[in-house]
Nanobody, 114 residues
Framework: QVQVVESGGGLVQAGGSLTLACAVSGPINAYNTMSWYRQAPGKQREFVAESPFGGRPKYVDSVIGRFTISRGSVRTSKLYINSLKPEDTGVYYC?????????WGQGTQVTVSE
């Protein structure tokens, strides 16, 4: 079956950088979109960025200029995060949209200290 796994979270000081990675296993094809979401403590999960394979990425306004999503392959995505702020703290989730179905990873914690 399709599985999504994130990695790369951690504790970072404000102003620092972090790279999150997402890898997909299982039967998929190139017609997919990988996205990143985050959930801050006590808040709802929110969209951060998405990248259709071979297509143009999209971002939520609040991260434009600081976050960059990339697709290394059909099965991988990275989220480059610069100039981290304490409000970026949360669990970051990778989502694969493939063949009309959403597949979520377990999330990776990002904590930004003042």
């Amino acid at each position: 079956q399709v599985q999504v796994v994130e990695s790369g979270g951690g504790l970072v000081q404000a102003g620092g950088s972090l790279t999150l990675a997402c890898a997909v296993s299982g039967p998929i094809n190139a017609y997919n979109t990988m996205s990143w979401y985050r959930q801050a403590p006590g808040k709802q999960r929110e969209f951060v960025a998405e990248s259709p394979f071979g297509g143009r990425p999209k971002y939520v306004d609040s991260v434009i200029g600081r976050f960059t999503i990339s697709r290394g392959s059909v099965r991988t995505s990275k989220l480059y995060i610069n100039s981290l702020k304490p409000e970026d703290t949360g669990v970051y989730y990778c989502k694969l949209l493939h063949d009309g179905q959403n597949y979520w990873g377990q999330g990776t914690q990002v904590t930004v200290s003042e």
